[in-house]
């Protein structure tokens, strides 16, 4: 059975950013304007008092369900994770029930009696560049996913981290971020089933598990922006609950066993350009290199390819103002690999501030639909992640860069590079 549960938020605040970041203080949403219908609920939330603009300014308005007034707050291309619709039939005959406090808001969702989640544990924050939502758990719980990680399968439950920043994660090391973002976790209740809880959520984040001074166990959200998309669905094992979520986001390609291969030795970057998969043009783009480069007469003959480097990394240090000379100072790459020029080549078909050589960008204003709201720090979001690679933009794509095309920014986009470039 599938729920899904949509909170999103129209309207920049205009208040000053708060020295702050006490959230506990936060005065959380008033729900107001319900309307229930067979299947959606929809309320308009207000925040119900003086903002506390910890980190990023508290926005006035959120709509539960279906779409914010507004539109300007960035989500997940559907491009990129097509959207699901929640299948036929009422919300009366759904394995899950839904239920709301007004003021101050927060939701539960169950299984017949059984609490799943339940956001009163924390005042709900919405803010330009700070989500905060805590949902109350059992004692104990068996809790796993929120990959990609090299942690115990089943995740602690005491002051435990798990950072959502996709990164080239060399040696793969416990308890941080590494090159997937799967923000997804399984709550197994024994007998009474399994159950997962989807974020459909791009920004970087940290999800918090831990407990109360008094002992009481919570998850919480916490995240750079985007809008809370949750998707809640239910098994009576871990089995079936996973077959839910791959109706959700889908399942992966099989590829044959022989393509998994050898590595392919040292191509370590020198000056590095990624392919911008919002490109309107990227599609011919990708697929002129690839029938250049790969022709069987006057290029390489291969079977088969591992496109690797696919969350997007760089080996220069965060501010990287000039990545030509970074590389020839520190001797990158150290030998020039046999079929690529170290030099940048040109990208045919981009515009000549795409070009390698070109260190200025052009930062087009975000207007348009779910792109973003305007006058964010993208580069130094007043929230700091967990991201082991220090600031956000460290030995990766710079997040002030907005892509071409819709005019998404870095900053929101970072983590759907491997996905991009996927489909
Ligand atoms: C929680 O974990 C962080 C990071 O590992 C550590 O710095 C901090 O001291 C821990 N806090 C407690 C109360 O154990
Ligand atoms: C970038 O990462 C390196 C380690 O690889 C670290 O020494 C440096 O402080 C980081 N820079 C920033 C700005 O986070």
Known sequence: MLGSLLLLAPLA????????????????????NVQENDRSLTADLTLAGKPCNTYGTDLHNLKLLIYDAEERVYQVPEKVTP???????????????????????????????????????????????????????????????????????????????????NRDAYGTSANSNLYGTHPVYYDHRGESGTHGVFLLNSNGMDVFIDKTADGKQYLEYNALGGIFDFYFFTGSNPKEASIEYSKIVGLPAMQSYWTFGTGLGAVWPGVTAYPDWFHPDIQDYWNSEFSTFFNAETGVDIDGLWIDMNEASNFCPDPCTDPERYSSENNLPPAPPPVRSSSPRPLPGFPADFQPSSASRSQKRIVKAKVGLEGRDLLNPPYKIRNEAGSLSNKTINTGIVHAGEGYAEYDTHNLYGTSESI
């Not at 950013?17 to 008033?30: E, F, H, L, N």
């Open 13 to 32: 605040g205009a208040a000053v950013i708060g020295s702050r970041a006490d959230t506990q203080q936060c005065p959380g949403y008033k729900a107001s």
């Open 83 to 165: 959207r699901v619709d929640s299948g036929d039939g009422s919300s009366k005959d759904s394995a899950l029930k839904f239920e709301y406090e007004e003021e101050p808001f927060s939701f539960t969702v169950k299984r017949d009696d059984e609490v799943l989640f339940d956001s009163s544990a924390e005042n709900l924050i919405f803010q330009s560049q700070y989500l905060k939502l805590r949902t109350w758990l059992p004692e104990n719980p068996y809790l796993y996913g929120l990959g990609e990680h090299t942690d115990p399968l089943r995740l602690s439950t005491t002051n435990y981290t798990r950072t959502f920043w």
